[in-house]
């Protein structure tokens, strides 16, 4: 399945194409998030990259109360939908997701 235009965007910057959210925070009109490769124990030194989403507005978030992982959490999907000068996210997480609207994200990469 091919990656959608947000995934390629955080791959390219991390370098790989498998993701884990180590951060989401929405404050203020801003969604902020941190990810980074997906990491096992033997590799604790993986790059982060952070995205930042002005103006944001959340649609919703689903979330299961009965099971819920441990952070990192892994990145099933990050889909993205044009809409006009805007943009609509989705991010599945598994046991949660997360939906906004928000202008075309800021991506930073942290060293390692």
Do not use: H
Request: hydrophobic share 40%; aromatic share 12%.
């Amino acid at each position: 399945m091919p990656l959608t235009k947000i995934e390629e965007a955080l791959s390219s910057a991390a370098g790989s194409s498998a993701l884990s959210l180590i951060q989401f925070r929405f404050v203020g009109g801003l969604i902020f998030l941190r990810v980074r490769q997906f990491a096992d124990n033997r590799q604790a030194s993986a790059g982060v990259v952070q995205a930042s989403f002005s103006d944001a507005v959340i649609e919703s978030i689903e979330e299961d109360d009965q099971e819920r992982d441990t952070w990192p959490l892994d990145i099933i999907g990050f889909d993205c939908y044009a809409k006009g000068d805007r943009w609509r996210f989705v991010l599945n997480c598994g046991n949660v997701e997360w939906s906004w609207n928000s202008e075309w994200p800021s991506i930073v990469t942290e060293p390692p």
